[in-house]
Structures are given as structure tokens and as C-alpha cells.
């Protein structure tokens, strides 16, 4: 099992840019994927990026181009930065990690989410227009 503790988050003006972190702990080396997913007041939670271990990375497609996602293995942390945010990402985001690398795979469809067994507690992002 994996601990994940994101950070972060706040508010920002659309336009403006984040950078979060999820720092791991414990059997984070078994990890395969990992990635950011967001969820909206009254909506679905959805896939944002994961990155598998040797840092291939995949993007939900309205995230293309803004969000990059990362990682520091030195350091067992999971950076997501953001750029250019619009009201639209005003979520809160939340750090995942899967043994198996389907979750990468099968990401982002949503069966992805399935896959991934630990999950940090999620942080606030607040865009304002």
C-alpha cells in the first residue's frame, strides 16, 4: 500500500498557472502508474494524466498542451503543472498509484480509475474568471 499526500492547490485567476505535488510513501516502488485525476462539484470524476514508470506520460485531451505531468523518483513525488487555467478547472485533484500498469494503459477511459488502488486525499484548485 501507497500513501499519497497532495499540496498545492489554491485559487488563481483563469490564465494563471499551479503546480501540485503528491508526495508517496511506503511501497511506492511498486508502483507501475501514476497520475491526477479532478472532480467537480455535482460532477464525475475524471481523468487528468498519468505518468508509468519509465515516464511515459498520457493526457486527457482537454489537458493537452496546459498540463504537464511528472515525476521525481529521488524524491517519490508526482508533480502535475498547470498553465493557462480556466474556470473549468476548478476541481478537486486528487493523486493515484496503481501496481499494475493497465491503469496507464487503459487510461484515459474510464475504467482507468478502477485500477488505481491508492488515492491521496485530494486538494482544492479554485480558477476565477
Known amino acids: 500500500q501507497v500513501q499519497l499526500v497532495e499540496s498545492g492547490g489554491g485559487s488563481v485567476q483563469g490564465g494563471g498557472s499551479l503546480k501540485l505535488s503528491c508526495a508517496a510513501s511506503?511501497?511506492?516502488?511498486?508502483?507501475?502508474?501514476m497520475g491526477w485525476f479532478r472532480q467537480a462539484p455535482g460532477k464525475a470524476r475524471e481523468g487528468v494524466a498519468v505518468?508509468?514508470?519509465?515516464?511515459?506520460?498520457k493526457y486527457a485531451d482537454s489537458e493537452k498542451g496546459r498540463f504537464t505531468i511528472s515525476k521525481d523518483n529521488a524524491k517519490n513525488t508526482l508533480y502535475l503543472q498547470m498553465n493557462s487555467l480556466k474556470p473549468e478547472d476548478t476541481a478537486v485533484y486528487y493523486c493515484?498509484?496503481?501496481?499494475?500498469?493497465?491503469?496507464?494503459?487503459?487510461?484515459?477511459?474510464?475504467?482507468?480509475?478502477?485500477?488505481?488502488?491508492?488515492w491521496g486525499q485530494g486538494t482544492q484548485v479554485t480558477v476565477s474568471s
Open positions: 505518468i508509468d514508470s519509465d515516464g511515459y506520460t
Open positions: 511506503g511501497s511506492s516502488y511498486s508502483m507501475r502508474c
Open positions: 493515484a498509484a496503481a501496481e499494475s500498469p493497465r491503469a496507464c494503459w487503459s487510461f484515459p477511459s474510464v475504467v482507468a480509475s478502477a485500477i488505481f488502488t491508492s
